[in-house]
């Protein structure tokens, strides 16, 4: 199998980026936060590296404000331009250059604002009993297939207690899907050799 250059756009966890690493991909994970675990990171602007010559990104842009979960503050987030902002910022993604590419969000405006997600996920399907409705956004890539369908439905990422850092703690992907990603779209070298053929 022949290595992939993978960007992983906003992560600071690197488990989505130690997945393909693991693999054998050359992966980078990139953030305005540090990683919380060794390996190649960018600390800074995912824009700053967006025109080197990836073959495939899986990007996680903030979901703060396009989240329909905080529907109430959609009107005061789009008169300070907040909304617009993120919008702008999902949409810089989703037009890059990269032959491949995944976008991942919880269910929001952005299914409203350009179009329906290609596949909506849960962790249960991949090996974690809860519930945590992510949808993707694809370019070049098949749809994930689910690798462990589990028992229980619970919902611990919505009932964490209000703190600090309950924010980082709910947008972490889990182990599970970080390597049906990698399994899953880090063999599709035939793939891009189509898209770019």
């Given at each position: 199998m022949e290595a992939l250059r993978v960007l992983v756009a906003c992560e600071h966890s690197g488990a989505v980026r130690d997945a393909f690493t693991a693999l054998g991909h050359d992966a980078?994970?990139?953030?305005?936060?540090?990683?919380e675990a060794p390996g190649q990171h960018y600390q800074g602007d995912v824009r700053d590296v967006l025109d080197y010559p990836w073959d495939l990104m899986i990007a996680h842009p903030p979901c703060t404000?396009?989240?329909v979960s905080g529907a109430r503050h959609f009107?005061?987030?789009r008169m300070d331009?907040?909304?617009?902002?993120?919008?702008?910022?999902?949409?810089?993604?989703?037009?890059?250059?990269?032959?491949?590419?995944?976008?991942?969000?919880?269910?929001?405006?952005m299914s409203s604002m350009w179009r329906k997600p290609d596949q909506t996920?849960?962790?249960?399907?991949?090996?974690?009993?809860e519930t945590k409705a992510t949808c993707l956004w694809l370019k070049g890539l098949p749809r994930l297939t689910p690798t462990k369908v589990v028992d229980g439905r619970e919902a611990r990422v919505h009932r964490m207690a209000p703190g600090?850092?309950?924010?980082?703690?709910?947008?972490?992907t889990f182990d599970g899907i970080a390597k049906?990603?990698?399994?899953q779209w880090g063999g599709t070298i035939d793939l891009?050799?189509?898209l770019k053929g």
């Open positions: 980078m994970s990139c953030d305005l936060l540090p990683t404000h396009l989240s009107a005061a987030k331009g907040r909304q617009q902002a993120a919008v702008s910022f999902f949409m810089t993604l989703a037009k890059s250059d990269i032959p491949m590419v995944a976008i991942e969000n919880p269910v929001c405006i996920i849960q962790p249960w399907q991949y090996g974690h009993g600090p850092d309950r924010w980082k703690e709910r947008s972490r049906a990603m990698a399994q891009l050799a189509e």
